[in-house]
T-cell receptor, first 112, second 112 residues
Framework: NAGVTQTPKFRILKIGQSMTLQCTQDMNHNYMYWYRQDPGMGLKLIYY???????DKGEVPNGYNVSRSTTEDFPLRLELAAPSQTSVYFC???????????FGSGTRLTVV | TQLLEQSPQFLSIQEGENLTVYCNSSSVFSSLQWYRQEPGEGPVLLVTVVTGGEVKKLKRLTFQFGDARKDSSLHITAAQPGDTGLYLCAGERHNQGGKLIFGQGTELSVKP
């Protein structure tokens, strides 16, 4: 099983550019999440979804958007990239938060 | 402010030593999870504890959930270089849609 697949692995964006980070899972999990990880800060929740067609904001949603049209896919959109969005982004899925997440391998994004 | 405080943030020890990592909060959690993350990869779930006072063992790793469900610890016996990595605790509060709150992480280095 592939688990959670994230693309791309690395990306450099110029200020003001847009991009979509892709996330796909093949475990039929209803719950999906986007986190960003900055050094010494742990992981901060950006957006999450409890099922297809349902999304909600996390702790740090500003500058991001998501959609969940299928159970498998949960893309994260950056509309106007800013240097503060330089980070490592992780997508995760779970059957239920109590039973743990399966994480993708991350996307390292640099905004210059 | 960090809802889950991990300590220490950095730990460098010799092979064979024992160590304990702490995860503390003033909030009550319905479950507490521990993850290990290697460079360039996503976090991988080690254990989930859900009952106050619960102790779980995974080979040389012992996890404990506090009686009041506000804190947890990870103890490693006879550390090995393969234990090197970033250890993250994460908690879920009641009725939060499976959302996890992460601690800042503990960077462990075990030298041969």
């Amino acid at each position: 099983n592939a688990g959670v697949t994230q693309t791309p692995k690395f990306r450099i964006l110029k200020i003001g550019q847009s991009m979509t980070l892709q996330c796909t899972q093949d475990m039929n999990h209803n719950y999906m999440y986007w986190y960003r990880q900055d050094p010494g800060m742990g992981l901060k929740l950006i957006y999450y979804s409890v099922g297809a067609g349902i999304t909600d904001k996390g702790e740090v949603p500003n500058g991001y958007n998501v959609s969940r049209s299928t159970t498998e896919d949960f893309p994260l959109r950056l509309e106007l990239a800013a240097p503060s969005q330089t980070s490592v982004y992780f997508c995760a899925s779970s059957i239920d938060g109590n039973y743990g997440y399966t994480f993708g391998s991350g996307t390292r994004l640099t905004v210059v | 402010t960090q809802l889950l405080e991990q300590s220490p943030q950095f730990l460098s020890i010799q092979e064979g030593e024992n160590l304990t990592v702490y995860c503390n909060s003033s909030s009550v959690f319905s479950s507490l999870q521990w993850y290990r993350q290697e460079p360039g990869e996503g976090p991988v779930l080690l254990v989930t504890v859900v009952t106050g006072g619960e102790v779980k063992k995974l080979k040389r790793l012992t996890f404990q959930f506090g009686d009041a469900r506000k804190d947890s610890s990870l103890h490693i016996t006879a550390a090995q270089p393969g234990d090197t990595g970033l250890y993250l605790c994460a908690g879920e509060r009641h009725n939060q849609g499976g959302k996890l709150i992460f601690g800042q992480g503990t960077e462990l280095s075990v030298k041969p």
